[in-house]
């Protein structure tokens, strides 16, 4: 669910057909654009792949995540995040060490993963819940 970001004059504006995103969903990407730029190219990996397990039956939604899995996941990401710092021309961010990389991607893909796993439980608009 990636939302585009919408000024504030234009927020729920009936006539041009915008609708704002719910206000946790707002919340999150103002504080996102706040991230430092290391961890923003972080992140941006972080919601690739949470975008490829977002799916039924997905690893991301079992009432207990298997953790080797997530280092799977991680490893990937961290795969990828050195092969665009090796392949960066300018602008490049450098990181402290592998350890920390590979900490923080854990940090940011379980805080991802909560976030989705969360908004999967929320009850929408027309959606029955089961008795059980």
Same mark, same amino acid.
Do not use: H
């Given at each position: 669910?990636?939302?585009?970001?919408?000024?504030?004059?234009?927020?729920?504006?009936?006539? *041009?057909g !915008?609708?704002?995103?719910?206000?946790? =969903?707002r919340?999150? &990407? @103002?504080?996102?654009?706040?991230?430092?730029?290391?961890?923003?190219k972080?992140?941006e990996?972080?919601?690739?792949?949470?975008?490829k397990?977002?799916?039924t *039956?997905? !690893?991301?939604?079992?009432?207990?995540? =298997?953790?080797?899995? &997530? @280092?799977?996941i991680a490893?990937?990401?961290f795969?990828n995040?050195?092969?665009?710092?090796?392949?960066?021309?300018?602008?490049?961010?450098?990181?402290?060490?592998?350890?920390?990389?590979?900490?923080?991607?854990?940090?940011?893909?379980?805080?991802?993963?909560?976030?989705?796993?969360?908004?999967?439980?929320?009850?929408?608009?027309?959606?029955?819940?089961?008795?059980?």
């Amino acid at each position: 669910m990636d939302y585009q970001y919408i000024p504030f004059y234009m927020q729920g504006n009936p006539i *041009g057909g !915008m609708y704002a995103p719910p206000i946790e =969903d707002r919340d999150l &990407l @103002y504080v996102k654009e706040m991230y430092p730029q290391a961890f923003l190219k972080i992140q941006e990996q972080v919601d690739k792949e949470c975008d490829k397990q977002e799916f039924t *039956g997905s !690893m991301m939604f079992d009432e207990y995540p =298997d953790k080797l899995t &997530l @280092y799977r996941i991680a490893n990937r990401i961290f795969d990828n995040v050195k092969e665009e710092e090796k392949n960066c021309k300018k602008n490049c961010v450098q990181y402290p060490d592998n350890q920390w990389l590979k900490d923080i991607i854990i940090v940011l893909l379980l805080n991802e993963m909560f976030r989705r796993r969360r908004n999967r439980r929320k009850p929408r608009p027309g959606m029955v819940r089961p008795l059980w």
